[in-house]
């Protein structure tokens, strides 16, 4: 885990000398996210309670229908012993002009946690019915847990003005003998409204629920604050 913070570190400092070096060859984009929240929330287990994150992404455009997303993620819980550091690869292909098409493959190490390390990959599909409408679904397997996550789900953006919007998203999920369990899984949800400070800063105060179904650790209510930079 030490190892894994020290990288994800030195990537907030190497990634803009990366990017300023590719951008006259290959379209990129980098952005990093730092936040907090109330509780910790994923796929449907309460993971921690108070929690700050940090998040650095980069994207590469390979040609007109391909991008590649890597990056990674580093998450601790206020005055406890729960880390979790992820490093994660997507691969986005654009079918038509209102289907992507994601392959994804990342790996999960915790501390002080009942979840196990390791990897996990999925695949999913998006269907951008309008331009402010989609609809996704995913199925994945998390081999630490040797079991399946599906997730049906749908986003809907709202543009108040010119520098601000709001996004809400839902879901409902469903998991095979992951961690001993089976079943409809979660009604999940968040809202999140993104403000643009300008054309690098947005700040995005968010809200979110899972509402457990046949199997869970329990109905969660959360909140928190994303701070965001791009390159």
């Known amino acids: 885990m030490k190892h894994l913070t020290s990288v994800l570190l030195a990537a907030c400092f190497v990634i803009p000398l990366v990017s300023a070096e590719l951008e006259n060859d290959i379209p990129v984009g980098i952005e990093g996210v730092t936040g907090i929240r109330s509780d910790y929330v994923y796929r449907g287990f309460n993971l921690g309670d108070v929690v700050m994150d940090f998040q ?130 979660d009604f999940h949800g968040q809202v999140s409204l993104t403000c643009n400070l300008n054309s690098m800063l947005s700040i995005t105060p968010f809200a979110g629920w899972s509402c457990e179904l046949d199997v869970g650790d329990g109905d969660e209510i959360y909140a928190g604050l994303w701070f965001e930079v791009s390159f």
């Open 56 to 185: 650095v992404e980069t994207e590469i455009v390979i040609g007109e229908t391909l991008t590649l997303g890597t990056g990674g993620w580093l998450a601790t819980e206020v005055g406890k012993d729960f880390t979790e550091g992820a490093g994660f690869l997507d691969l986005h292909y654009s079918l038509h002009d209102n289907i992507t098409i994601t392959t994804s493959a990342s790996y999960h190490a915790y501390n002080d946690s009942f979840f196990d390390n390791g990897f996990d990959l999925g695949s999913s599909i998006t269907w951008h019915v309008a331009g402010d409408w989609s609809i996704n679904i995913g199925v994945y397997r998390d081999w630490a847990a040797t079991g399946w996550y599906a997730d049906l789900g749908s986003d809907w953006s709202f543009r108040l003005s010119d520098e601000t919007y709001l996004v809400v998203s839902t879901g409902i999920s469903t998991i095979e003998n992951y961690y001993g369990l089976s079943g409809l899984n």
